[in-house]
């Protein structure tokens, strides 16, 4: 009466449904037609009416039981069709992988999101990673971000934090312009957990490929997964050479061998997740103590060329400056000052503060003898250590000795901006790194390479030195601001006292 499941087609969900749409059709056969030649009549019309529906509940029990018959083979024989086991890769994704690196490299810039730890200790950090350059820019939040919560930029060897202890615990990608004050150099050991995960960015791109290694066979696929409509090969394989992890990390990778996301773990992090956004790729500015955004250096025009060579002189007829001291001269210390230089005199005069010791203040006098210090009473430290004040007038007269012997950065720096006004002769070659603006003047970046230090002038089209930096010890980026014009005389501490700096 009904058609029947054949074994082939019991065994699967697929075949019980046709049995299913069979019996139906045979029911709706059974339904639709008539009973067996009704007679005219009342009798034999009542008496078929009741064989055909004895009929049709014999075929509705019928159908019933042979369809729940099929469907429970069918459920009890069906197995989803078992996953692909991990292997070792082919060629082609030998290839991919050997690729990734120099695939970053090519592809400049991503965004980013890191996950480190988990629970109290999680980290997040938001922001941009340039292998170009290479400098990452982050926003560091989360429940375990400690010391380290605010803004952060980093190159391989100097790492820059601007602190925000009250900030939200969610990080937020941070802005494209950053603000120009309160970074620092921030002190990452080479074991600290921060500095392992800002080793790992920065190894994720490279410009040739990855030697294969002696044992290509510890390199695995483990599956597929699809992120953003892109299907993407997870592959594990030992972390890039001069990297160490606390196991191989496994790598999202799509066909074209750009990474989008990366899981493994570090010493003294825990597990670490990097999401990468290849969409958001903007260009990233480096602050100042980075060395400011990038340039194309070229040779001097003639025009710039003169300003340089008369540059001395414009500064004598001046007579001296008011300076603004932002130095970055060690890892523990970064200093901040005020005061006043003449170039007649060849002289300077300032307040110095370390943002570590923020009730501390040293006077520094630099002339032509050597450099002098004095501390101030803690009863006259004027303003924090951001703005630390210009020094007293007159002068501050006890507790002064001799600086050291050999030169420290902003001896080095403070000696560079007053020999800017002397003459041309000890100055190195110069290069135009960039066109820039300060304080709403547009400036020539000038790059000089002497025996003592790497400088660059910031020379307005007036022929003013409106910023004079120098490359300290650490690789970051020390600024003397000069705004030229008249300042107060003082005196000198008692001479001979002391001692040249030398370089």
Not at 238 to 243: A, D, H, M, N, Q
Request: aromatic letters at 4%; hydrophobic letters at 40%.
């Amino acid at each position: 009466m009904t058609a029947r499941a054949t074994p082939t087609e019991a065994v699967t969900p697929g075949a019980a449904r046709r049995i299913l749409n069979r019996d139906q059709e045979a029911i709706r056969r059974v339904l639709d037609g008539g009973p067996d030649r009704i007679r005219r009549g009342p009798g034999g019309l009542r008496r078929g009416l009741v064989r055909r529906r004895r009929t049709t509940l014999l075929a509705l029990a019928v159908v019933a039981t042979i369809s729940a018959a099929a469907l429970v083979a069918g459920l009890l024989s069906w197995a989803p069709d078992p996953p692909e086991q991990a292997r070792t890769l082919t060629a082609a994704e030998h290839e991919r992988l050997a690729a990734m690196r120099v695939t970053n490299y090519r592809d400049l810039r991503s965004g980013l999101h890191v996950t480190t730890g988990d629970g109290a200790a999680r980290t997040e950090l938001i922001g941009w990673v340039d292998w170009s350059r290479p400098l990452v820019y982050l926003d560091v939040g989360g429940p375990g971000a400690g010391a380290e919560r605010g803004l952060l930029q980093a190159t391989p060897t100097v790492v820059l934090l601007r602190p925000d202890p009250t900030a939200v615990p969610t990080p937020a990608p941070p802005p494209l312009v950053p603000p120009a004050d309160r970074w620092r150099l921030h002190d990452l050991p080479a074991g600290h957990g921060l500095a392992r995960l800002l080793d790992l960015l920065f190894r994720l791109a490279a410009d040739r490929p990855e030697p294969a290694g002696a044992a290509p066979e510890a390199a695995r696929w483990l599956g597929r997964e699809t992120i953003g409509a892109e299907p993407m090969d997870i592959l594990q394989a030992p972390p890039p050479s001069g990297l160490t992890t606390a196991e191989h990390p496994r790598y999202w990778l799509d066909q074209s061998a750009r990474l989008h996301r990366l899981e493994t773990r570090l010493a003294d992090v825990g597990p670490v997740t990097v999401q990468l956004n290849r969409a958001n790729r903007p260009t990233l500015r480096p602050v100042d103590a980075l060395g400011g955004r990038p340039g194309l250096p070229r040779a001097l025009t003639a025009a710039e060329q003169d300003r340089l060579n008369r540059l001395a002189g414009r500064l004598r007829a001046r007579g001296g400056a008011t300076v603004t001291l932002t130095a970055p001269v060690g890892t523990d210390t970064n200093l901040r000052g005020a005061g006043w230089l003449s170039w007649t005199r060849r002289t300077a005069y300032l307040t110095v503060a370390d943002l570590g010791r923020p009730n501390r203040r040293t006077l520094l006098h630099h002339g032509p003898d050597g450099t002098a210090r004095a501390e101030l009473p803690a009863t006259a430290v004027p303003g924090p250590a951001e703005a630390p004040g210009r020094p007293p007038l007159p002068r501050h007269s006890d507790g002064w000795r001799a600086g050291p012997a050999r030169a420290d950065d902003l001896d080095l720096l403070v000696d560079a901006a007053l020999r800017a006004g002397g003459s041309a002769g000890q100055r190195g070659q110069a290069v135009r790194v960039r066109g820039d603006s300060l304080a709403g003047r547009t400036v020539d970046v000038v790059e000089l390479r002497t025996s003592r230090a790497l400088l660059r002038y910031w020379i307005d089209r007036s022929g003013l030195l409106r910023r004079l930096e120098l490359r300290t010890r650490p690789g970051a980026w020390a600024q003397l601001d000069l705004t030229p014009g008249s300042v107060p005389r003082w005196t000198a501490p008692a001479p001979g006292r002391a001692r040249p700096a030398d370089g």
